[in-house]
């Protein structure tokens, strides 16, 4: 029988003596997380190349500190990065709906906007001032004089052309002329001219005819006259206004020579203003209307106005942003629109930035999970970096869900690393089913859960402490106290040569212990403030837990502690839920006849067995049948059930534990009861390492304690858990007053001495075992199962050759 395991294998404690601090306030705090050298570098490595596709994706666990350390990390390296350029968008006066995006150098958008808008204020002034000078006055009146003059000469040739032909003419307008025939100087009326009659009638209708034509062509005249003059006024507004806004213009021109884009906007302006100068004259404040009418007529100025899209500060440096929220609008920036008169209207001035116009130029991190949870916002960022380009478009147009015009800005090009931040199984899942995964994101950043509880570490993981304490503004903690939480972060990760790289779960174990040093008016936090926080979690997480135990006290639940039994042993479950871990025991029991060689897995049959479970049952049928029935066949039946189980069973933990209920039932020796098992078996009959070996040892361990502190209690475990054992205090006391043990068995062998206290026996060279062994006794339970059997079958087979022979 193998030794039960020695204090120092079932705990591995920290010595607080390592440690030369008073507390941790004294200790230089750290920059960056410890144990991560990997992850750091990798996210160094995609923050400095510069070829397309090389984005990151930083996985681990959550909680683990991958979004600060990125986000640290890239700030850092921001710091060092020129300032990206600002962009704007302005009105196209070409097409409104196609808004013209304008780069500028960083901090520069401001002062164009305020350039722009000082413009605008200068036509409104000067413009009207223009247009009531003397000069166009001048030149207006000397064009308007010039054409009435030609009309003057056109309306005197027709009044000398009606008395050629005996009418009278009278123009009421420029367009408009009337006019009657005349006899002895007289004009006559309409009465007067029907009753005339015969030559004369005729003679007067023909000189009204002609006189009619003539008619016609002067007032043809006097229209193109009228376009004209119009004409040559529409220039002279042109030619004036130009003369006035070009030296203007021509100052923003010069002062911003260096885009092209801002000067063929500013070209674009100049014609719109010579356009509609009129805008610029129009004086609602002098009307005489109701105020709300004056707004109607007030001309708007907004389309020369500059929408300053995404601006920085110059001589800065890039920016790091994070999207909380990253929604289709909140990710590629958004169109947004406003009622009037029950329509939704636009313009460029509504057009606003998403935050990959806001990183561009440097880093975009985006939490995993809440992009592939938004419709269509995953989608959209890999068009982004695939055209390198930001193309602004509303989900509702795309898709046609309204029918309201939109707008079509120019679309942004874009330099931006994004790192994605998520748990394992989300990257492996996009590697594996979205192609374009693995070309966008090829930088991994792998978070470590663990970190080797090496002595370096140890002082690094204070450090880390104090740094946390630091930046939380909690009380610093003790030496002991230090060494309380690295042994509980061995714990975590259920390591006793390694602790949790877990900072989440570090952090909160800080916090907590800061409520109860400060509740006790500790000046700092001790060892005793770390206990109170690990025994408070386990009482408000504990009720299932202790309900089943009351159930087990009760017998309501049958499991036995003490004594013996054949064919039945305590198997040991791990159950994981809300975050609290405990063990619980269960009882297996076995029962073995004549059979064809067959294991029944009762828990499969019922369909509440896992496959894991089931797999681990089928490996026991191999190990029987290699082991004890080489050269006969295995006439046996056994069957397997964990007794008033009433939910779903899987895992290949409780293997080992099958099969010593199976050997005992065969060898019909008992097995005691105050020793639980768990580990899985392989078909060579060697222990395999299995989990939550803390949890099933200290649920054990509290159920034999509720019966009985005074008696001898055990565990046996598979060797490999060795270095998993972090147990807690009340365990490892009894273990030093011998009322508890733990073995750790490598075999099955060794697993059955310790629960039957009968060897288990070595095969000799021709595979037999002593008869008072274990082994021995099952073999001949076997083989008489197989000489049984073959009896059965041959008196079988002569009563049916008798029976035919009679026949």
């Known amino acids: 029988m193998p030794p039960a395991l020695t204090i120092s294998q079932l705990y591995k404690k920290c010595d607080s003596s390592l440690f030369s601090f008073s507390t941790t306030k004294e200790l230089e705090p750290l920059e960056e997380p410890f144990g991560q050298k990997n992850a750091l570098d990798a996210i160094d490595f995609a923050a400095n190349i510069k070829q397309d596709g090389y984005n990151l994706f930083a996985m681990g666990t959550s909680g683990s500190g991958k979004h600060s350390t990125v986000m640290n990390f890239l700030q850092k390296k921001a710091k060092s990065q020129k300032t990206p350029n600002d962009w704007c968008y302005v009105n196209n006066f070409k097409d409104a709906r196609k808004p013209i995006a304008i780069e500028l150098p960083s901090g520069h958008a401001v002062g164009f906007k305020d350039d722009m808008y000082e413009l605008v204020e200068l036509l409104k002034e000067i413009l009207p001032t223009v247009f009531e000078g003397s000069a166009y006055r001048n030149e207006y009146e000397a064009i308007s004089q010039k054409y009435i003059e030609k009309e003057t000469q056109i309306f005197k040739y027709l009044q000398d052309e009606a008395r050629k032909h005996d009418i009278s003419m009278n123009a009421t307008s420029k367009n408009r002329v009337t006019f009657a025939p005349v006899i002895n100087g007289k004009v006559i009326t309409a009465s007067e001219f029907n009753a005339i009659e015969g030559k004369e009638k005729e003679e007067i209708e023909q000189k009204v005819n002609e006189f009619e034509k003539i008619v016609k062509d002067g007032l043809h005249g006097v ?17 004036m206004t130009k003369e006035s806004v070009e030296s203007l213009i021509d100052e923003v021109r010069s002062k911003y020579k260096y885009s092209d884009k801002i000067t063929a906007y500013l070209d674009d302006l100049e014609d719109d203003v010579i356009r509609h100068v009129q805008d610029f004259l129009v004086k609602p404040d002098e009307m005489p209307m109701m105020p709300f009418m004056k707004e109607l007529y007030t001309p708007s100025f907004s389309r020369y106005s500059v929408n300053i899209f995404i601006t920085h500060e110059e001589n800065t440096s890039s920016t790091v942003v994070y999207e909380d929220n990253p929604i289709h609008q909140n990710l590629i920036g958004k169109i947004e629109h406003l ?9 460029f001035s509504m057009i606003k930035p ?11 991190v985006l939490d995993a999970r809440k992009l592939l949870m938004q419709p269509f916002a995953y989608e959209e960022l890999k068009r982004a970096l695939r055209s390198k380009e930001i193309r602004i478009e509303s989900l509702a147009q795309q898709y046609s869900f309204i029918s309201t015009t939109s707008l079509e800005p120019e679309p942004i090009p874009i330099d931006v690393k994004v790192a994605l931040i998520g748990e394992r199984i989300l990257y492996y899942l996009l590697y594996h089913y ?5 070309e966008l994101f090829k930088v991994i950043a792998d978070f470590e859960d663990s970190i080797v509880r090496s002595e370096e570490n140890i002082h690094l993981y204070a450090q880390m402490i104090g740094t946390i304490a630091t930046h939380h503004d909690l009380l610093p903690l003790t030496p002991d106290a230090v060494a309380r939480v690295i042994e509980e972060s061995s714990r975590e990760v259920s390591h006793s040569l390694k602790f949790s790289a877990h900072l989440r779960t570090l952090s909160d174990l800080l916090k907590e212990a800061d409520y109860w040093a400060k509740k006790n008016s500790h000046s700092a936090v001790e060892k005793d403030d770390i206990n109170k926080v690990l025994q408070t979690r386990i009482d408000r997480a504990n009720r299932i837990q202790m309900r089943l135990y009351e159930q087990i006290d009760e017998r309501t639940i049958m499991i036995d502690v003490s004594g013996s039994a054949v064919g039945q042993i305590n198997a040991l479950s791990f159950i994981s839920m809300g975050g609290y871990n405990f063990g619980i025991a269960s009882k297996i029991t076995a029962r073995t006849r004549i059979g064809k ?5 009762i828990e499969r049959e019922v369909e509440l067995g896992g496959p894991l479970h089931s797999k681990g049952v089928m490996i026991l049928g191999s190990y029987l049948g290699s082991t004890y029935a080489k050269n006969i066949p295995l006439s046996l039946s056994a069957s397997l059930v964990f007794e008033q189980s009433y939910g779903r069973v899987d895992g290949d933990s409780a293997s080992s534990t099958e099969l010593y209920a199976i050997l005992s039932s065969l060898a019909n020796t ?18 395999q390492p299995i989990g939550g070996v803390n949890e099933k040892i200290e649920g054990f361990f509290d159920i034999c304690m509720r019966r009985d502190k005074n008696g001898f209690y055990g565990v046996i475990i598979p060797e490999a858990n060795i270095k998993h054992l972090m147990l807690k205090t009340e365990v490892l006391e009894a273990v030093e007053k011998e009322n508890f043990a733990i073995y750790a068995v490598k075999t099955i062998n060794e697993g059955i001495e310790i629960l039957t206290g009968i060897e288990a026996g070595e095969a000799d060279e021709k595979g037999n075992y002593p008869p008072s062994s274990i082994n021995g006794m099952v073999m001949a339970r076997l083989e008489e199962f197989s000489k049984n059997a073959k009896d059965f079958y041959h008196k079988k087979n002569d009563g049916s050759e008798q029976k035919d022979t009679v026949e």
């Open 223 to 239: 229209n193109e006259l009228n376009k004209a003059q119009r004409k040559e006024l529409k220039d002279l507004e042109k030619k």
């Open 670 to 687: 008992a097995i005691k009861q105050n020793i639980a098992v768990t580990g899985s078996v392989n078909q060579f009959g060697e222990i």
């Open 354 to 364: 998403g935050a990959l116009h806001k990183a561009n130029g440097g880093y975009l």
């Open 434 to 438: 979205d192609p374009d995964f693995g």
């Open 339 to 347: 009622s009037q008169v029950g329509t939704l209207v636009t313009d």
């Open 597 to 601: 060689g067959e294991i029944i897995d």
